[in-house]
């Protein structure tokens, strides 16, 4: 019999299967017949069923977008046709700006819309200055939710921004993201479980992207949680994508003296001038700059 399942846990050559609008359908064990294909949670495939709980996946429906991470010709997986991702900062451990941008910078590419989420604010004397690094992103587009994986009501009012939606949450280690899945999803723990006893092991779960559905505000959602990150690349994209994903860039595109402008250090550069008459923050044009040096090194090393 041939099903459409959707992926909703992706262990690298094993993946568990479920039907996409029914949280409590069981999970069916997943393998990729014929060529290897990179899967992602979220993804939806057809399958055939060999047992009660097995199926080959025969082939993909077309996805509507995929979030992905990449070094070289490494590339990782986070989610595919998702609604926006939520990038989880916290105000301790310090969280990594550079990271925060990246995560931006593919979300603008893919065309996904991103939040930021500022946890664990009830820690007083951190707060500030979270606040004070994070106080440039609503400038740019990017709206900036304030809460506490540890206080319910600010978790629930989280929901509201994840309902009817499917929502990738990604963190580094440490920013509460974990907290924060128990707190959305009271019986996470028991659904990991059971993923566990599925593959008879518990030690891939947490390191690999799984999809929760869920009900908020009385609308069907789903959180695609992923492992908590410390790098990424982004071999994938163009050095014209890195440019038009720096938002407050593209206003003075076009009116360089330069064409072909980088941008870095041609005279008459008006995204130079915009930085400095002060419209642009240094940090952005630093953090640009460390982009493309990545993209050069990748172009360097191609040959
Ligand atoms: N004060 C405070 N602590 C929090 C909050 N949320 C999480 N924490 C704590 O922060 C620590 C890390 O939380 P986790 O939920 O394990 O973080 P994580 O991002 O999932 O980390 P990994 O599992 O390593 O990816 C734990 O000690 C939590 O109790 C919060 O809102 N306020
Ligand atoms: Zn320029």
Do not use: W
């Amino acid at each position: 019999m041939s099903v459409v399942l959707q992926i909703i846990a992706n262990f690298g050559h094993q993946f568990l299967g479920q039907t996409s609008d029914n949280a409590e359908a069981s999970l069916i064990q997943l393998v990729a017949r014929g060529k290897k294909q990179g899967y992602a949670v979220g993804d939806l495939v057809n399958v055939t069923l060999t047992s009660d709980n097995q199926g080959a996946i025969e082939s993909i429906v077309p996805r509507t977008n995929l979030f992905y991470r990449s070094e070289f010709n490494k590339q990782k997986n986070l989610a595919a046709n998702i609604d926006q991702v939520a990038i989880v900062c916290a105000t301790e451990p310090a969280f990594s700006e550079e990271l925060l941008g990246r995560a931006l910078i593919c979300a603008q590419v893919t065309d996904i819309k991103a939040i930021i989420l500022l946890n664990k604010v009830d820690v007083a004397d951190k707060v500030d200055a979270a606040r004070a690094t994070l106080s440039l992103y609503p400038t740019l587009g990017y709206d900036v939710y304030e809460l506490s994986a540890h206080k319910s009501e600010s978790v629930s009012k989280l929901t509201s921004l994840l309902a009817g939606k499917s929502t990738l949450l990604m963190g580094q280690s440490g920013m509460g993201k974990s907290s924060l899945i128990n707190a959305l999803i009271p019986d996470a723990n028991i659904k990991t479980r059971e993923i566990s006893s599925v593959l008879n092991s518990g030690k891939h779960t947490t390191t690999f992207s799984r999809l929760y559905h869920c009900t908020f505000d009385g609308q069907s959602s789903t959180i695609i949680d992923s492992p908590g990150f410390e790098n990424f690349g982004m071999a994938q994209f163009s050095v014209s994508q890195i440019q038009h994903a720096m938002l407050e860039f593209v206003p003075y595109f076009g009116q360089c003296k330069f064409h072909n402008c980088s941008h870095r250090h041609e005279p008459q550069c008006a995204v130079l001038n915009a930085m400095n008459e002060g419209h642009i923050h240094p940090t952005r044009h630093a953090f640009y700059e460390r982009l493309l040096e990545q993209l050069d090194y990748y172009d360097r090393a191609a040959y």
